[in-house]
């Protein structure tokens, strides 16, 4: 069976602006910018990851040994995207992580240590990424890094992360994103992940599509790092099928949804794709389904969780109002956390309480993005809130005597625990994903339904 690929050209990325700061020769160097260079276009396929080397025990409290830790305070740093045409996913992840630290410290903090999150805007542009990783390292004395989004960003800072743990324990805790790097050697010994993989998610999907009969899969994917996760997923999944992947179709990353795709959408139907897999952001990828739609594909369409879903369904009903046309329908979206209305969980319970408690919006480094907080609850935010709760969870576990080296040694021995999410939970030294499971959902007039048989809402092509 022949292969069908198509590149759609778009701009380059734009660069990054000028970085520039005052920083100990310690921190980083011109050999850790050409590491992070070189970690884009080398990515480490092995799966099991490499334990952190043993290094000297550091003394509690606000020292240069043990940065971002007081007796009443532990500052942790949030390096993500606060501006540009994927804000909501960084606002999303900040909002759940925020309600979560709030009802911590409204309760007195942790060993009577209260949490503030330190914000540094990367702006989905993998230029940026380890310059802002470095400002929460080289001006605001962190204690970890973490919440971030994006692959293509977190390819950029990964060798930061593991150049800081090598000499001083530093670790990066809960990322959006399901790629792989930061879940292989040598990365993995560096970063704490807690939802699941995009291989994961690719794979629940490709084999709902094939129970379905859908063998004919086709991909649309952003041109970096992210849509090559997604892509090499799929194919992956596919294999296991004796499966080959039917055509391929990209995008630059920062387009927006006013940009016609329909020469993607074309190519997948010229080529006889009978489902779609779609790796990107919420703009982009509304803008494909906008176009299948309207030229009268019906096939079934999929994305990955880090689409920011809810802001892609605002984007595909705003459209329906002015077309007229039914638009959301044979739409899927993988989810690595439950559903937010799935009260019967008790995480999900006391995250929607948290919201309605605290309420939290905007960040002041979003504030003149444009974004607005239209929904209450989020995928984005639940997972924010699920992934700050993990980080609790170890704090206290570690105790008063709070270092980096104690809580990687407290994450490590965490072992299985429940989160109240309905899945069970890990840590150990071998693995630093907490999360395996993957839930699946469709949209309806209403919005995201949770689903566990697609058979029942998947239609046949009209």
Request: net charge neutral; glycine share 8%; proline share 5%.
């Amino acid at each position: 069976m022949s292969t069908v690929v198509a590149r759609i050209a778009g701009n380059t990325p734009a660069m990054g602006r000028k970085f520039a700061m005052h920083m100990t020769k310690t921190l980083l160097s011109l050999s850790i910018l050409a590491l992070a260079t070189a970690a884009c276009s080398s990515q480490p396929d092995q799966e099991t990851p490499q334990r952190p080397n043993a290094a000297a025990p550091t003394s509690p409290g606000a020292t240069p040994t043990n940065p971002g830790v007081t007796p009443t305070e532990v500052k942790v740093g949030m390096n993500a995207v606060f501006s540009g045409p994927s804000t909501g996913l960084g606002v999303e992840m900040w909002r759940g992580a925020t309600a979560a630290f709030q009802e911590a410290n409204a309760k007195g903090g942790v060993h009577g240590r209260k949490i503030s999150l330190v914000l540094s805007d990367d702006r989905y542009e993998a230029d940026s990424a380890a310059p802002a990783l470095v400002k929460l390292i080289a001006e605001h004395r962190v204690f970890n890094s973490g919440w971030s989004v994006g692959t293509p960003t977190i390819v950029k800072f990964l060798p930061v992360v593991l150049q800081h743990h090598k000499t001083d324990k530093f670790f990066h805790f809960g990322n959006f994103t399901g790629a792989q790097p930061q879940r292989n050697a040598p990365y993995a010994a560096a970063v704490f992940n807690v939802r699941a993989s995009y291989r994961q998610e690719t794979a629940a999907m490709v084999d709902a599509y094939v129970a379905l009969g859908r063998k004919k899969i086709g991909v649309y994917v952003q041109d970096d790092a992210y849509g090559a996760d997604g892509r090499e997923g799929t194919i992956r999944a596919l294999r296991k099928h004796g499966l080959e992947l039917i055509a391929e179709t990209r995008y630059p990353r920062g387009q927006k949804y006013e940009v016609s795709v329909a020469a993607q959408v074309t190519t997948l139907r010229d080529a006889g794709v009978d489902a779609v897999i779609m790796a990107g952001s919420y703009q982009a990828c509304a803008a494909f389904v906008r176009d299948a739609r309207l030229t009268g594909w019906d096939v079934p369409i999929h994305d990955l969780s880090f689409v920011g879903p809810d802001q892609l369904y605002e984007y595909l009903t705003e459209e329906e109002k002015k077309t007229g046309k039914r638009i959301v329908y044979n739409l899927i979206n993988t989810e690595v956390v439950p559903h937010y209305d799935d009260t019967s969980l008790p995480m999900v319970k006391q995250y929607r309480a948290a919201i309605d408690r605290f309420a939290p919006q905007l960040p002041p480094e979003a504030s003149n993005s444009g974004y607005e907080v239209h929904k209450k609850y989020t995928f984005g935010s639940l997972e924010g809130y699920i992934t700050a709760q993990v980080y609790l969870r170890i704090l206290d576990k570690v105790g008063p005597d709070l270092t980096r080296e104690k809580f990687i040694a407290a994450a490590e021995g965490m072992g299985e625990f429940d989160l109240g999410v309905g899945a069970p939970a890990s840590y150990s030294a071998q693995d630093h994903q907490a999360l395996d499971r993957v839930w699946m959902t469709y949209a309806d007039k209403d919005g995201w339904k949770a689903v566990d048989n697609l058979a029942t809402v998947i239609r046949g092509d009209e």
